[in-house]
Structure formats: structure tokens, C-alpha cells
């Protein structure tokens, strides 16, 4: 089960072109032999924690444009939107759709970065997430979540082999972004792919990292998308991770 994290420079407020450039990116990822292409957190809208002028594009819209793009070219794609909750702000949703366009998995982000001011425009969600495709559990989690190893520790008890995790990362903090990847992926013995925006906000004066990759039951990084626009895969190892937490006493 190869998975794939595109890295891709985000633009705000404009999805045809976001859309387009995601097109490319998952033809790419597909003849790179990828079953599953992760985007970064709010990429076909941009992100900014609090919202601002992105929400005005419609949440619904930009669902189902994920889903048509799953479908067209027959792969798994995680990617996000802002999903409506009646009574309520909206949520930060990690979407997972199938290769026949269907919905896989939808996981609100249950951390939102309350020193940006996200909780301010967004409800958290209250539940981790899991889906199995092509013989592998995902766990799912957003930016900010990486911080809360119970989470992850969550996913383990659920037996995931790996986590996938969308973010708007500050290059300021990008240190941070890699000893975090690769300690919930050693701490719980099982695979975490990072996929992490890239570009300069200048209304906000935020440079994002890109830094896209994949970290194995080791904890080692095994793929890197470095700071360019491009992207980076790796093969999920599920049954490696079931004898590393069998060695481990992880069972």
C-alpha cells in the first residue's frame, strides 16, 4: 500500500486553480504507482486559522470535488474542507475518498490551534477516526493534533498501521514538524505520513514548511519531500509493523 504526500504551494480563495494543480499532482502520484495521495490541511482553499476570506468557498463544493477527482483517476485521496455543522461553527475535516468517488472516512480535527485563534471560527471534533483499504488501517489526525500522543496511542489500541496527518506548518517551528512525525511513529511502533503545506502567506507573514514524509515503526525518516513543490511516497509496511509491536509486547 504505497501512500503519497503531495506538496503543493497553496494559493487561497481560488479552487479552480488549487484543484487543477491537485489534478496534476495525483496523476503523478498514480504513475508513481501510489494507492493513496495525501493532501496538506485546507489546501484546496488555503489555510489560515482563522478562516478569513477562505470560507467563503462552499465546504460542500469542495467535498465533491475530492471525491470526483478519487473517481476520475480510480485512487484513494485524503483531503479536507470545512464541513457545516448545523448549530455550530464548522469543523476542520480530513476527508478520505475511495477510487469510486465514495467517502471513506471523515475525521474532525478534535486539537484545533488555539494559540492562532482557530477555535474561534471552528469546533473540534470528538472522536478519532480509522479506515481500512488494501489490507492497511489508516488513523487519521490534523496539524495541531500531532502535539496529543494519546491520539495516536488511540490508534494503536485500534491496531492502525498508519497515521496520516494534514498540516499547516510554520518553517519557524519545522524542527518541531520532524521529532514529532517520528516519535508518534516509534512511540507506537507503526508508520505516520506528514503532509504539510508549502508558500508564503503574506497577509499573515507565515512562510509554511512543505517538509512532507513518512516515518516507519522505527521511527526513521524514510521518505522526504524537502522544501519543494512535488511531493513523496512510501510503501506501508503492515505486517512489519505487526512484528515490530508483537517484539515490542505492542499487542
Avoid at 489500541?157 to 496520516?164: S, T
Avoid at 507565515?206 to 524514510?222: F, H, I, K, P, T
Wanted: charged residues 25%; proline residues 4%.
Amino acid at each position: 500500500m504505497r501512500v503519497y504526500c503531495a506538496q503543493i504551494a497553496q494559493v487561497w480563495n481560488d479552487p479552480d486553480t488549487a484543484f487543477a494543480r491537485a489534478h496534476d499532482a495525483v496523476l503523478r502520484a498514480a504513475e508513481d504507482d501510489a494507492d493513496l495521495v495525501m493532501f496538506s490541511e485546507q489546501y484546496a482553499t488555503g489555510w489560515r486559522p482563522t478562516g478569513d476570506d477562505c470560507d467563503t468557498v462552499s465546504g460542500a463544493e469542495v467535498k465533491e470535488r475530492w471525491c470526483s477527482l478519487a473517481r476520475e483517476v480510480g485512487v484513494v485521496i485524503a483531503g479536507s474542507y470545512a464541513r457545516d455543522v448545523p448549530g455550530a461553527l464548522p469543523q476542520n475535516v480530513m476527508l478520505v475518498a475511495g477510487p469510486r468517488g465514495e467517502v471513506l472516512a471523515e475525521y474532525a480535527k478534535m486539537h484545533l490551534f488555539t494559540p492562532g485563534g482557530e477555535d474561534m471560527r471552528y469546533s473540534a471534533g470528538t472522536e478519532p477516526v480509522c479506515f481500512s483499504y488494501g489490507g492497511v488501517k489508516f488513523g487519521c489526525a490534523v496539524c495541531f493534533d500531532l502535539r496529543f500522543p494519546e491520539l495516536f496511542r488511540a490508534y494503536l489500541h485500534e491496531d492502525c498501521a498508519c497515521v496520516l496527518v494534514q498540516a499547516a506548518w510554520p518553517a519557524a517551528r519545522v524542527a518541531d514538524w520532524e521529532l514529532l512525525l517520528r516519535a508518534r511513529a516509534l512511540e507506537n511502533r507503526g508508520f505516520v505520513a506528514g503532509a504539510g503545506c508549502l508558500g508564503y502567506d503574506a497577509k499573515e507573514g507565515v512562510d509554511y514548511s512543505g517538509r512532507g514524509m513518512v516515518c516507519d515503526y522505527e521511527g526513521r525518516v524514510v521518505a522526504d519531500a524537502g522544501v519543494f513543490a512535488d511531493g513523496c511516497s512510501w510503501e506501508v509496511d503492515a505486517e512489519g509493523v505487526q512484528e515490530w509491536r508483537e517484539k515490542w509486547g505492542m499487542r
